[in-house]
């Protein structure tokens, strides 16, 4: 399988449909891959995105290694983020007649797989400190959910969130348009600075309990990952 190609073959004609009428906050992409050289992953994104090709202020790439997921054969994430709806249109399109972008996608392919995809979108929704997230070790607990009622589930989780007043991790609700079978409508991305910084108490237990009850009944968790940053571009 072409590991990358899906940005173009794939997302280009869904664009329209997925991002018309939403809020012009971030978009993305996180695609899971099983990577036999991690080294030579780094390497080939290293080489793209400092090219004329792939240097784009408008859009970040991390590149995760997997602590915990399960069943998931992954090994790796990516995660792509655009500034808007617009940047993606545009970066998507330069890429798709970039010569380096072809290029990259061969070097890739030779040490990696991917193995599924999903589209997220912003709401403009979060909670704590956003330097967390440049923390050389930063980890993330990603949770994928099912919401039966966004409003009611977004307003109990921002209040939650706001009670914290957390220095040390930073929290995010996203949408998540696309994630093929796996169900999902939403997911809150926490990240603290380091895998064994995620396991400090909450500031407020109290109040996350609280969360737990009020959303108890229109939310149903479908995937739980634990992931540490390798590198961001």
Partial sequence: MNV????????????????IAQTQGPVGFKYDLIASNPVAVVAALDKY?????????DVSVTLHQYLANGSNPATHAITVSYASPQAMD??????AASPEWAAF????????????????????LSGGNTEVRDSPMAAGNWIFMKVDDPAAYAEAWQS??????????????????????GGATHAVINTA????????????????????????????????VRLVKVKSW
């Fill in 49 to 57: 995105l400092s090219g004329d090709s792939g240097s784009n202020d």
């Fill in 193 to 224: 600075r380091s895998p064994g910084s995620q396991f400090a108490p909450q500031n407020d237990q109290a109040a996350f309990e609280r969360f737990r009850e009020e959303v108890s009944e229109i939310r149903e968790i479908t995937e739980r």
């Fill in 90 to 95: 545009s970066a998507l399109a330069a890429q």
């Fill in 4 to 19: 990358f190609r899906l940005f173009v073959l794939i997302f280009t004609p869904i664009l329209s449909f997925s991002v």
């Fill in 105 to 124: 996608q061969s070097e890739v392919n030779l040490s990696a797989e991917i193995v599924s995809s999903v589209m997220w979108r912003s709401l403009g």
């Fill in 160 to 181: 939650m969130v706001d009670s914290q007043a957390d220095e040390d991790r930073l929290s995010t609700l996203l949408a998540i348009p696309a994630d093929g079978a």
